[in-house]
C-alpha cells in the first residue's frame, strides 16, 4: 500500500489523467474513432528524442561541458551564471525537464557548502527558470510545444519567428536575476570538480546524428516510422542503459490526455463551455489552466477548443511560470532541494524555497505577459 501511495505521489500527473481518461470513456463510449485520437507521430518524436538524450547523459557528454566551462571560475557569481546560461541553452534541445535532472544535481555539488546558503537556493531558482523558458524557443524544449506545433501544422520559421522575442527577454530576465539574487563571493577552486573522463566519440556523433533525424522528423523532412525504428536500433547497439532514461510516465500521460480531451470535444456542453473561454482569451486562459494542472496536459487540453495555435504556444510557456506545478520540471528542482539537509539551506524566516520561487516565477511571468500584450498590440 505504501508503495502505490508513494506511486500516487511522485506520479501525480500520470495518475490524474489515468483517472480523467477512464472517467471520460463512461460519458463516450469507446468506439474506432479512439484510434484517431492518439497521436503517434508526436509520441514516436518524443520517445526519439528523450532516447537520444538519455544516450548522451550516460556517455557524459554534459558532465565534461559543465566541467570545462567552470574549470576557470572565480566566483559564486560567475558559478551561478554559467548555470543558468548553460540551462536556458540546453534545455532549447533536450527539454526542460532533461536540463534540470542533469544540472540540478551538479549545481548542488558545487554550492552547498558555501557560507550564503541563500545564494545556492537562489541559484537553483533561477536555473529553473532558466530551463522553462530557454526550452521556450524551440519545438523540441518541451513536450507542449512539441504537440503544439505539430497539432497547428506549424513551420519552424514561423515558430521560431513566434517565440523569439519572449525567448530574449527571457534571457534577459535570468541574467537580472543571477546579478540582483546571487552573491559574488569568492570560491577554491578545489570546489570545483574537474572531469577526467572523456566522451567516447563514436557515440557521439552517433548520437548527434540520430538527434539530427529527430529535428528532420519534426520540421516535415523525413518520416517519423523511418526515424523510430533507426533511432531504436542504434541506440540498443550503443547503450541499452539509455532505455532507461526515457521518461516513460510522460508518454503515458500523453496517452491519457489525448484520450481525455478526445472525449471531452465529443461532450457538447463541456466542449462549448471550455470554447467560449479558450477561444476568445487563449493566452490568459492558458496561463490560468497551467497554474493548476501544468502547461502539458493544458496545452493538450485547450488546443481541442481553439484554432488559435500561437497564442497557446505562448500562454503555455508562460504558464510555465508561477506555481511549483506549473510546469512539472519545476517539481525536479524542488525535489532535489527538499531531500538536502537543513545546514545547507537559509535559516531565516521567509528564506523558504517556495516562497521565493512563487515571487520570482510571478514578477517574471507578470513582466513577460506585459510584454504579450505590447507585442500584440503593434503586431495587431
Given at each position: 500500500?505504501?508503495?502505490?501511495?508513494?506511486f500516487?505521489?511522485?506520479?501525480?500527473?500520470?495518475?490524474?489523467?489515468?483517472?480523467?481518461?477512464?472517467?471520460?470513456?463512461?460519458?463516450?463510449?469507446?468506439?474506432?474513432?479512439?484510434?484517431?485520437?492518439?497521436?503517434?507521430?508526436?509520441?514516436?518524436?518524443?520517445?526519439?528524442?528523450?532516447?537520444?538524450?538519455?544516450?548522451?547523459?550516460?556517455?557524459?557528454?554534459?558532465?565534461?561541458?559543465?566541467?570545462k566551462?567552470?574549470?576557470?571560475v572565480?566566483?559564486?557569481?560567475?558559478?551561478?551564471?554559467?548555470?543558468?546560461?548553460?540551462?536556458?541553452?540546453?534545455?532549447m534541445?533536450?527539454?526542460?525537464?532533461?536540463?534540470?535532472?542533469?544540472?540540478?544535481?551538479?549545481a548542488?555539488?558545487?554550492?552547498?557548502?558555501?557560507?550564503?546558503?541563500?545564494?545556492?537556493?537562489?541559484?537553483l531558482?533561477?536555473?529553473?527558470?532558466?530551463?522553462n523558458?530557454?526550452?521556450?524557443?524551440?519545438?523540441?524544449?518541451?513536450?507542449q510545444?512539441?504537440?503544439?506545433?505539430?497539432?497547428y501544422?506549424?513551420?519552424?520559421?514561423?515558430?521560431?519567428?513566434?517565440?523569439?522575442?519572449?525567448?530574449?527577454?527571457?534571457?534577459?530576465?535570468?541574467?537580472?536575476?543571477v546579478?540582483?539574487?546571487?552573491?559574488?563571493?569568492?570560491?577554491?577552486?578545489?570546489?570545483?570538480?574537474?572531469?577526467?573522463?572523456?566522451?567516447?566519440?563514436?557515440?557521439?556523433?552517433?548520437?548527434?546524428?540520430?538527434?539530427?533525424l529527430?529535428?528532420?522528423?519534426?520540421?516535415?523532412?523525413?518520416?517519423?516510422?523511418?526515424?523510430?525504428?533507426?533511432?531504436?536500433?542504434?541506440?540498443?547497439?550503443?547503450?541499452?542503459?539509455?532505455?532507461?532514461?526515457?521518461?516513460?510516465?510522460?508518454?503515458?500521460?500523453?496517452?491519457?490526455?489525448?484520450?481525455?480531451?478526445?472525449n471531452?470535444g465529443?461532450?457538447?456542453?463541456?466542449?462549448?463551455?471550455?470554447?467560449?473561454?479558450?477561444d476568445?482569451?487563449?493566452?490568459?486562459?492558458?496561463?490560468?489552466?497551467?497554474?493548476?494542472?501544468s502547461?502539458?496536459?493544458?496545452?493538450?487540453?485547450l488546443?481541442v477548443?481553439?484554432?488559435?495555435?500561437?497564442?497557446?504556444?505562448?500562454?503555455?510557456?508562460?504558464?510555465?511560470?508561477?506555481?511549483?506545478?506549473?510546469?512539472?520540471?519545476?517539481?525536479?528542482?524542488y525535489?532535489?532541494?527538499?531531500?538536502?539537509?537543513?545546514?545547507?539551506?537559509?535559516?531565516?524566516?521567509?528564506?523558504?524555497?517556495?516562497?521565493?520561487?512563487?515571487?520570482?516565477?510571478?514578477?517574471?511571468l507578470?513582466?513577460?505577459?506585459?510584454?504579450?500584450?505590447l507585442?500584440?498590440?503593434?503586431?495587431?
Amino acid at each position: 500500500m505504501n508503495k502505490i501511495v508513494n506511486f500516487c505521489k511522485s506520479n501525480a500527473v500520470l495518475v490524474l489523467s489515468g483517472i480523467l481518461a477512464l472517467v471520460s470513456c463512461f460519458f463516450v463510449h469507446p468506439d474506432m474513432q479512439y484510434v484517431s485520437y492518439i497521436n503517434t507521430r508526436v509520441l514516436s518524436i518524443l520517445f526519439c528524442l528523450m532516447l537520444v538524450v538519455s544516450c548522451l547523459v550516460d556517455i557524459g557528454t554534459f558532465d565534461v561541458l559543465t566541467s570545462k566551462l567552470l574549470a576557470k571560475v572565480k566566483s559564486t557569481r560567475a558559478i551561478c551564471l554559467i548555470l543558468t546560461g548553460l540551462s536556458f541553452v540546453l534545455s532549447m534541445f533536450m527539454t526542460n525537464d532533461v536540463t534540470l535532472v542533469t544540472l540540478v544535481p551538479f549545481a548542488i555539488m558545487l554550492l552547498k557548502n558555501l557560507p550564503d546558503k541563500r545564494t545556492m537556493m537562489n541559484c537553483l531558482i533561477l536555473v529553473t527558470c532558466a530551463a522553462n523558458l530557454g526550452s521556450m524557443l524551440t519545438p523540441v524544449g518541451n513536450p507542449q510545444n512539441l504537440y503544439l506545433y505539430d497539432n497547428y501544422h506549424m513551420t519552424l520559421p514561423g515558430f521560431l519567428g513566434l517565440t523569439f522575442p519572449y525567448s530574449l527577454i527571457s534571457l534577459v530576465l535570468v541574467i537580472a536575476g543571477v546579478l540582483l539574487m546571487c552573491k559574488k563571493a569568492s570560491i577554491p577552486s578545489s570546489e570545483i570538480s574537474k572531469s577526467e573522463s572523456k566522451i567516447p566519440a563514436a557515440k557521439l556523433v552517433l548520437c548527434i546524428v540520430l538527434f539530427a533525424l529527430s529535428l528532420l522528423t519534426v520540421a516535415g523532412i523525413l518520416h517519423y516510422l523511418i526515424v523510430l525504428p533507426i533511432t531504436i536500433v542504434v541506440i540498443l547497439i550503443l547503450d541499452r542503459k539509455a532505455f532507461k532514461g526515457v521518461d516513460y510516465n510522460l508518454l503515458v500521460t500523453f496517452v491519457f490526455f489525448f484520450i481525455l480531451t478526445g472525449n471531452l470535444g465529443r461532450i457538447d456542453a463541456i466542449s462549448n463551455a471550455i470554447r467560449a473561454v479558450a477561444d476568445p482569451y487563449p493566452v490568459i486562459t492558458a496561463i490560468l489552466t497551467s497554474q493548476i494542472i501544468s502547461n502539458v496536459p493544458a496545452a493538450m487540453l485547450l488546443s481541442v477548443f481553439t484554432e488559435k495555435g500561437a497564442s497557446l504556444v505562448i500562454g503555455t510557456n508562460l504558464g510555465g511560470l508561477g506555481t511549483l506545478i506549473a510546469s512539472m520540471a519545476s517539481l525536479i528542482t524542488y525535489r532535489f532541494y527538499a531531500k538536502l539537509d537543513s545546514k545547507y539551506k537559509p535559516a531565516a524566516k521567509g528564506s523558504g524555497y517556495v516562497l521565493w520561487f512563487t515571487i520570482v516565477n510571478v514578477v517574471m511571468l507578470l513582466i513577460l505577459f506585459s510584454a504579450n500584450l505590447l507585442l500584440t498590440k503593434i503586431t495587431g
